[in-house]
């Protein structure tokens, strides 16, 4: 009893410090002078492998994902005569709640998982320490260029999946199912709003742009420098990033709705 | 500090998850010499060298790298003082993404501002230097561990540094690539006025280029002269070190109950 009691308190003061560790590693990777015109290059590299590699991934799954909201909408609608609500249900759906989370957890198992391995390969391969044996800060080299990149990367991939699952909702209801074209783009129109729905949308796939990076180049970062190592750091990244993705989601849709 | 030494280390201790890798050490490394750190695997003879390099702090003791006291360095200053050290890690280290070129020029990029055909000139020379140059071109997964290591060497050297840090310079290489390395490190270090320090447990290799040898054991220094000296020495630790022999003070077995009673149980 007394042992689990005393596993149970180690194991928490580990995970709040490691928490903490994380936090001093992103303020060490943030507070530091900016150098455009030597990051620029760092960070399209970075822009290209975190954000537009992502792509295929995000824009299939969009697809997908609003094809079969609208067909399951489009049922229940239909049971209430108002199948003509089913831009305003894909809409509200998608760019509230669906856009930003499934993207990030896409993002986190495209490009969180590829930063965690890099990351961790270049500690293990002791590319991090030579860099460092040279004067040459790989929290500026390395960390901050993916930092940003998928801070940047995050909200734009939302925003492609948003349309995208959109036009597959359209597809499915009105090409597919005969939904009305005017209802469904007019019922959209009326009930999506700029600051509420989308503005919000954007805030949270730029909070979760930061978590997902965030908790990918720390783990990359805090790798074992082993092969089992980089294998669990990896794992744990795609975890972490997933459960705080969630968390926060709940968080933040109750603070946004909390004035309505 | 005396100022034939480049670095000077007194009283230094360090310890690692409660075990001690060093106890009050004392060592002097001279200039423009080639000092070999010699000790059987896991003595802290890579630790000694992350200490110089700033890059672990050791828990007492003072560490005195040409006028700068390692320990209490700045974050700042310490990037500073590692402009003029180069390292050959024992894996190499090579960055994977960029070619042979790109990673000797990696150094000279980031702390220069010379212009793209000096950097060329620079690298080219560096290169030429480890007789690379054709190789230019290659990716790191295209080179043999030996090829990979003389790269990381031109890398390395870019910027000349004062001193150089061979980490296990002669693990993991075929005869022909230890003794191009054996070459290099001495004619690098004779031509360009460096001062290496080579940690390494390859006797030979290392007896034939080092002018000062420490023998590292349990967090002392158990032995210290020219390669000429410790083959004479009589302390029974360096003697079997030395002439590698398969018994002795470090025994052979690992220590556990007797053979007749493990058979017998």
């Known amino acids: 009893m007394l042992k689990s009691i005393q596993q149970l308190g180690s194991t928490t003061i580990n995970r709040v410090n490691e928490v903490g560790q994380a936090g001093v590693f992103i303020l060490k990777t943030l507070i530091r002078i900016p150098r455009p015109i030597r990051s620029f290059p760092l960070l399209m590299q970075e822009l290209y492998s975190v954000g537009v590699l992502s792509l295929p991934i995000i824009i299939v799954s969009a697809l997908f994902i609003g094809m079969v909201v609208s067909l399951q909408g489009y049922n229940v609608l239909s049971k209430f005569s108002a199948s003509e609500e089913l831009g305003q249900l894909v809409a509200l759906s998608v760019v509230r709640e669906l856009g930003p989370v499934v993207s990030a957890l896409l993002f986190a198992g495209r490009a969180g998982s590829a930063l965690t391995a890099e990351i961790g390969l270049m500690k293990t391969t002791e590319q991090l320490a030579s860099m460092e044996m040279m004067g040459v800060d790989p929290l500026w080299k390395i960390i901050s260029p993916r930092f940003w990149a998928g801070i940047i990367s995050m909200p734009l991939l939302s925003m492609i999946f948003c349309a995208v699952a959109i036009f597959g909702g359209y597809m499915v209801g009105v090409h597919w199912l005969g939904v009305d074209n005017g209802a469904f783009w007019n019922n959209m129109q009326n009930s999506v709003d700029f600051r509420l729905d989308i503005v919000n949308g954007v805030i949270k796939s730029v909070v979760f742009g930061c978590l997902v990076t965030w908790i990918a180049v720390f783990q990359g970062f805090a790798t074992v420098p082993t092969a089992e190592g980089i294998g669990l750091a990896t794992t744990r990244s795609v975890v972490y990033a997933s459960l705080a993705v969630l968390g926060f989601d709940f968080v933040l849709t109750a603070l946004m709705m909390g004035g309505w | ?265």
């Open chain 2, 1 to 265: 500090m005396d100022t034939d030494n480049l670095i000077e280390i007194k009283n230094l201790t360090f310890s690692r998850d409660g075990r001690k890798i060093f106890d009050n050490v004392d060592l002097s490394i001279k200039k423009g010499k080639i000092t070999a750190i010699m000790g059987p695997s896991g003595t802290g003879k890579t630790t000694l060298l992350q200490l110089i390099g700033g890059a672990l702090k050791p828990e007492h003791g003072e560490l005195h790298l040409n006028g700068y006291n390692v320990p209490k360095l700045s974050r700042k200053k310490l990037y500073e003082m590692r402009k003029r050290i180069g390292m050959l890690f024992q894996s190499s280290a090579l960055f994977t993404n960029l070619s042979v070129y790109e990673n000797v020029a990696f150094p000279l990029r980031e702390h220069t501002k010379l212009s793209e055909s000096l950097i060329y000139d620079l690298v080219l020379m560096k290169l030429e230097a480890v007789g690379l140059r054709g190789a230019r071109n290659l990716m790191p997964s295209q080179l043999s561990g030996g090829m990979a290591r003389r790269v990381a060497l031109a890398r390395a050297i870019a910027l000349d540094p004062e001193l150089m840090l061979y980490d296990e310079p002669f693990t993991g290489q075929d005869p022909i690539s230890m003794g191009v390395l054996v070459k290099l490190i001495k004619k690098l270090n004779d031509a360009l006025g460096m001062t290496s320090i080579i940690v390494s447990h390859d006797v030979p290799e290392t007896a034939s280029i080092a002018d000062y040898i420490y023998v590292v054991s349990g967090g002392k220094i158990v032995g210290s002269g020219s390669p000429d000296v410790l083959q004479q020495d009589d302390n029974p630790y360096v003697k079997q070190f030395i002439h590698g022999l398969p018994d002795g003070v470090v025994p052979f077995h690992y220590p556990a109950q007797s053979y007749q009673d493990d058979i017998l149980r």
